[in-house]
């Protein structure tokens, strides 16, 4: 198949299957690119999940939601982090009982570097202009939204 005759028939498609295809190519896409940059230091999927989320101190389990996976693998995930020094726990203040991670000053640093890396990914990965972008950012938020409202059809899942 070339580039010219890829989309025959795509255009045919029910939307709903064509947005579909579209985020499964765009996960695809950003999937690989993540991968390849992902050298020095070598973090797991859910360590850079967990950095790009941790945009301020939160409780473990909040985190878990918010990632749409279980309360272990979060806390397998800072114990990762917390090991190469990229996070700390602390109590917190509300409930001495619960911990809140945080990014230390190298976490932080590795999580400015991923939301730049991050906006030169998508615009390259999705071809959409800044407009487009912000347009889809909004219907994203919804959806995710969404998923979060009503949970995922097997659970709440680890992530590799």
């Not at 025959?8 to 295809?21: K, M, S, T, V, Y």
Request: glycine letters at 8%.
């Amino acid at each position: 198949m070339t580039v010219d005759n890829a989309d025959d028939g795509f255009q045919a498609l029910i939307p709903e299957i064509r947005a579909i295809l579209g985020v499964f190519a765009l996960y695809g896409k950003l999937d690989e690119s993540i991968e390849k940059m992902n050298d020095d230091p070598k973090l797991a999927k859910m360590e850079r999940r967990m950095i790009i989320r941790l945009d301020q101190p939160r409780r473990m389990g909040l985190l878990a939601q918010m990632m749409l996976t279980v309360p272990s693998a979060v806390t397998a995930s800072a114990d990762g982090l917390e090991e190469k020094g990229h996070l700390q726990r602390r109590r917190d203040p509300d409930d001495k009982r619960a911990w809140l991670l945080e990014l230390t000053e190298s976490g932080k640093e590795i999580r400015r570097e991923m939301e730049q890396m991050a906006g030169v990914m998508f615009r390259e990965a999705s071809g959409l202009n800044e407009e487009e972008i912000h347009v889809f950012s909004e219907l994203a938020g919804k959806i995710y939204d969404n998923v979060i409202r009503t949970g995922l059809p097997g659970g709440l899942k680890a992530c590799d």
